[in-house]
């Protein structure tokens, strides 16, 4: 199964992502986890991205096309989720022309759909534990007792300033790829509201009716 998640910031593409990677074995490829990984290793794909990542603006489409590229071939062209990738017209007809290069081509395009407001909310109350990436919501999921503060932390990103650039970047250039997608009928809507496995829920099921099984092609596992 070849699929993208969509959305804007925050409305919970990478939370379903890695729970489509647990539960269903799908290799999450997220290119925003992939460059803050590159950022705290301080590699030079890294050094390049911080300046954009941290003001919540676009990292230049051909470093995140190579990065999304080598992960998609590295699980063999199938069985994956993508998390933030394409967001731009160009990084879809990018996505288009390289999958059909390898005769794998999307399944379906789920768009997450979420009021402003809440999208709002869930980045300002958003932390990250620094070592293993995992997310935390202050009200809703918050840091367990005893864990060292100091490894919680709020993504540069994620404050007010950043969500605004991230949000007015989203209306700009990711929602027209929205369109990109319905034109090609591979777009379904799918509401973002509730918790997160109600909205689990909703994703399989729809998975279900639009995506038929295919038997003998099997990737590999894992949030990339
Ligand atoms: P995310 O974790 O998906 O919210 O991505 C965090 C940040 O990484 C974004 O705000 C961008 O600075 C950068 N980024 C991730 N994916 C892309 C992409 N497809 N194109 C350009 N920049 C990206």
Redesign the pocket.
């Known amino acids: 199964m070849r699929i993208v998640l969509f959305g804007p ?1 925050g409305v919970g ?2 939370t379903q992502a890695r729970l489509l990677a647990e539960r269903r074995g799908l290799a999450h490829i ?4 992939i ?2 990984q590159a950022m705290r290793d301080d590699t030079p794909v890294g050094r390049e ?1 911080r300046d ?2 941290n003001a ?4 230049p ?1 051909a470093i ?1 096309r190579k990065l ?1 590229e080598d992960a998609i071939a590295r699980n063999g062209y199938d069985n994956f989720v993508l ?6 017209l160009e ?1 879809a007809a990018w996505l288009q022309a390289f999958l059909e290069a390898h005769e794998a081509p999307l399944h379906a395009v789920l768009s997450l759909q979420v009021p402003d407001e809440v999208i709002v909310d869930r980045l300002s109350k958003r932390r990250v534990h620094r070592e293993t990436g995992e997310n935390f919501h202050l009200d809703f999921k918050p840091p367990p007792e005893g864990i060292d503060p100091a490894l919680i932390v709020q993504r540069p ?1 994620d404050r007010p300033e950043a969500i605004r650039k ?1 949000l007015e ?1 989203y209306r700009a250039e990711t929602s027209p790829v929205e369109q990109f997608y319905e034109t090609r009928g591979l777009l379904y809507r799918i509401d973002g509201v509730g918790s997160f496995e109600d909205v689990y829920r909703r994703i399989v099921n729809l998975l279900e009716r639009v995506v038929s099984p295919e038997p003998g092609r099997v990737g590999k596992s894992g949030t990339v």
Do not use: E
């Open positions: 910031p593409k990478g997220s290119t925003g986890v460059l803050r991205a954009y990542v919540g603006r676009l990292v489409g995140v999304a998390d933030g990738y394409p967001r731009t990084q990103d991230r970047v």
